[in-house]
């Protein structure tokens, strides 16, 4: 990402993959802007040598900033709150809040039963077939970048009619 001038913009965390993700953008010279609400940078956890670091009340500021912040987004491999915040800019993606990339580094197949699960649900009506485009999904991380770079966000909002379909 430094090699790139991709700037991080993350949850602000010392900890996990992503405090290691946010210590490499770091070492190699590049921009970290670190998000926290305030009850996580209590608990130590806030990572202390970010670039910028923004502390938030809460986690619905923190997410609304992140994504105000962002000109894309990329999933790693994680637990419940990587899922949720996932599908919180999909969702937005879906129903035309933002038209920002979104990817998945499918690190050793990680995300293969969550595609197929959106597969599923595209093949039993729950989803419009465009929306499979809201995401990219690779497995190696430079490609996922230059991916994002020139992917094309679908205008397919889930609920809203054009005026021609009306």
Not at 7 to 36: C, H, K, N, P, T
Not at 99 to 124: E, Q, W
Request: proline share 4%; with cysteine; net charge negative.
């Amino acid at each position: 990402m430094a090699r790139e001038g991709v700037e991080l913009v993350y949850g602000g965390g010392s900890v996990g993959l992503m405090g290691a993700i946010a210590d490499a953008v770091l070492a190699a010279s590049g921009q970290v802007i670190g998000v926290i609400p305030q009850f996580l940078a209590t608990k130590e956890l806030l990572h202390t040598g970010v670039t910028d670091l923004r502390i938030t009340q809460d986690m619905h500021e923190r997410k609304a900033l992140m994504a105000e912040l962002s000109d894309g987004f990329i999933a790693m491999p994680g637990g419940l709150g990587t899922f949720e915040e996932l599908f919180e800019v999909m969702t937005w993606s879906q129903l035309g809040l933002h038209r920002k990339p979104i990817g998945l580094l499918n690190v050793a197949g990680y995300f293969d039963p969550l595609v197929a699960m959106i597969d599923r649900a595209i093949t039993d009506g729950f989803c419009k077939e465009q929306h499979r485009g809201l995401f990219i999904v690779d497995d190696e991380a430079a490609r996922l970048l230059e991916r994002l770079r020139t992917h094309e966000v679908p205008q397919t909002p889930k609920w809203i009619r054009s005026t021609s379909e009306t």
